[in-house]
């Protein structure tokens, strides 16, 4: 694999960090993984892979974490997006592992920090949606299992946005409204 480190015309500085992913998918073992090589080193199996662009370059180059760090000249931001991108996995992993209910109607749902999140199949398509307390998710799964994660970024989604209350920071808020 080439190393364009040592290739003239490839700039060392001046790159942007748009993004950082990580190629494993939920429930994929590491002989599934589609592993990428950073492009600028040739450091093969990069699982966290870091997006940066260059106003004198065309594409976007996927690079590791410390190529990353070099060419944006930044030692802060690609480890931490990095470390917080694992950070997310576990939980994520951790939320599939909820053991899930059965409801009456045979569908599986999970009450988590006051909240009910709930897998419905449909009866005519064998689609599954999700619903976060009363939200209706609008997307329709094939397997549950794709379901689940939706449910879980729908969570992440709220936390992010600082709307994922408990019911004591609940009655917190009314009676903060009302006093
Ligand atoms: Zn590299």
């Given at each position: 694999m080439a190393n364009l480190w040592k290739q003239e015309g490839i700039p060392h500085k001046g790159w942007t960090l748009e993004n950082v992913?990580?190629?494993?998918?939920?429930?994929?073992?590491?002989?599934?993984?589609?592993y990428e090589t950073c492009m600028m080193c040739g450091h093969e199996k990069i699982r966290y892979v870091h997006v940066v662009s260059h106003p004198d370059i065309a594409e976007e180059f996927l690079v590791g974490c410390q190529c990353a760090e070099k060419l944006t000249d930044d030692y802060e931001n690609p480890q931490r997006l990095e470390k917080?991108?694992?950070s997310k996995t576990t939980r994520r992993t951790n939320f599939l592992k909820h053991k899930w209910k059965i409801s009456a109607r045979g569908n599986e749902y999970l009450n988590i920090d006051d909240h009910h999140i709930l897998i419905m199949e449909d009866n005519r398509t064998h689609k599954f949606t999700v619903k976060i307390d009363d939200q209706w998710g609008n997307k329709h799964f094939d397997t549950k299992e794709q379901a689940k994660v939706a449910a879980f970024k729908g969570i992440e989604y709220y936390k992010e946005k600082g709307l994922w209350y408990n019911r004591l920071q609940i009655n917190e808020l009314v009676w903060k409204q009302k006093h």
């Open positions: 992913y990580d190629v494993r998918e939920e429930g994929q073992s590491e002989d599934e993984t589609d917080e991108l694992r």
